[in-house]
């Protein structure tokens, strides 16, 4: 059976899609489920945060998406210190942008290749910028889970992601039904924090706030030590948080493909 393909994504920088990214596929993994990560982002970190980068010469995503790569991805996959979750990395150094890739790029690739079915999850992490890989990311998703730091401006940084989601769902990719919101970096004591959250409810409805992220400087130290939070720190409030996004996701985007349930609406109730 294909997999479910979900791109992590937001135009803004710094709201934990990598880490969310890393987070996802690795926690899917964990419960039995082949995943593979792609990092779409030429700075590369996503697969840095698992130890791993594209050695000199070899194929990365940004070859495959400019089909320099060939037809097929398994030169370009990587194994990662987390058991059933395979990685392809970024070209590192490609500028941002600078990739020529063709809309459907991968969403044919990742269709063509039989190997592709033998993972039940593609995960692709996407750079903060609307740009061509944005654009191959979402043509190729089934779903796309937007991390967003609670702060004013975070409504209207969806609102404007949406219509480009949209926009591509309508031009190029119909299959791209299912929309998740996550909050990273939620400060639950911050007034603030909860009434970006509650406006994040109202305006798209709770069953697409799929979880929430509490601020944890224990994700940010696993950056050091290239490992996802949760064998390092396993009783963490990243850690937790993670499982529960996995859960959420894993029941509401891997039966059918075309809504966010109401298990994923549970999991918001936390907030
Ligand atoms: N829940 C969190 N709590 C604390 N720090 C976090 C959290 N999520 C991400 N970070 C940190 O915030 C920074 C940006 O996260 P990252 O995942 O790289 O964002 P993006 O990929 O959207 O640019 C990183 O230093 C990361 O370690
Ligand atoms: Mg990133």
């Known amino acids: 059976m294909a997999p479910v393909i979900i791109s992590v994504a937001n135009r803004k920088g710094g709201t934990g899609k990598s880490t969310t990214a890393v987070h996802l596929a690795a926690g899917i993994a964990r419960r039995g489920r082949r995943t593979l990560l792609i990092d779409l982002d030429t700075l590369g970190h996503a697969g840095l945060l698992l130890g791993l980068q594209a050695k000199p010469g070899s194929v990365t995503s940004h070859d495959l998406i400019t089909s320099a790569g060939g037809a097929d991805l398994s030169p370009a996959v990587m194994d990662s210190p987390v058991n059933g979750l395979d990685v392809i990395c970024a070209d590192r150094n490609r500028g941002p942008g600078e990739n020529g890739a063709k809309p459907l790029a991968l969403r044919n690739l990742l269709l063509a290749d039989e190997n592709v079915d033998r993972y039940e999850a593609v995960v692709i992490d996407t750079a903060p910028a609307y740009d061509q890989s944005l654009v191959v990311a979402l043509a190729a998703s089934d779903a796309v889970l937007i991390p967003f730091v609670p702060h004013p401006l975070a409504v209207e940084g969806i609102r404007q992601f949406m219509r480009i989601a949209l926009m591509i769902r309508m031009k190029l990719n119909p299959g791209l039904k299912s929309f998740g919101m996550v909050a990273t970096q939620m400060n639950q004591q911050s007034a603030l924090?909860?009434?970006?959250?509650?406006?994040?409810?109202?305006?798209?409805?709770?069953?697409?706030?799929v979880g929430a992220i509490r601020s944890d400087i224990q994700l940010a130290r696993c950056a050091a030590s290239h490992m996802p939070i949760y064998d390092l720190y396993p009783a963490s409030r990243g850690a937790s948080d993670y499982h529960l996004l996995t859960e959420a996701v894993i029941s509401g985007w891997f039966g059918t493909r075309d809504v966010v349930y109401a298990e994923a609406a549970k999991t918001s109730a936390r907030v």
Do not use: I, N, Q, T
């Open 193 to 209: 924090h909860r009434h970006v959250v509650e406006s994040v409810r109202h305006e798209f409805g709770a069953s697409r706030l």
